[in-house]
């Protein structure tokens, strides 16, 4: 048995560490988010169109960036650490951007009735 061997406490061999995460970059993705909706990756544009969003609805700004948050944080917990780079990218993050404004503000729109 080579892992007998090998190890004399007969332990099981450690897998590799991963990558650590880079919260600078899970910012970053965070505000590119709202820019790939466009499919445009510029960290400018995007602070232009989400500043554009906040004048015009600072609640769908609000759940706009919720949903870009939750959906960054939550491809960390399922990607492997070789394909964090997307979601540095803001690829993670801009569907579930839709998907609460959608949810949060178009379907079910504040109101008496809603909560």
Known sequence: NQIARDN???AAPSPSQ???VSWTGVGYGIM?????????????SSCL??????????????????GATMGCLMSLAILP?????QVYQ????????????????????????SL
């Open 49 to 66: 169109i989400s500043l554009a969003v906040a004048i015009y609805s600072p609640l769908l700004f609000c759940m706009c960036m919720v």
């Open 81 to 85: 650490p070789e394909f964090y780079h």
């Open 32 to 44: 590119l988010s709202m820019g790939q909706v466009y499919a445009v990756n510029d960290i400018m």
């Open 8 to 10: 004399p406490t007969n």
């Open 18 to 20: 991963p990558s650590p």
């Open 90 to 113: 803001g690829l993670w993050g801009y569907n579930p951007l839709l998907s609460m404004s959608a949810v949060s503000c178009v379907f079910l729109p504040p109101s008496a009735s």
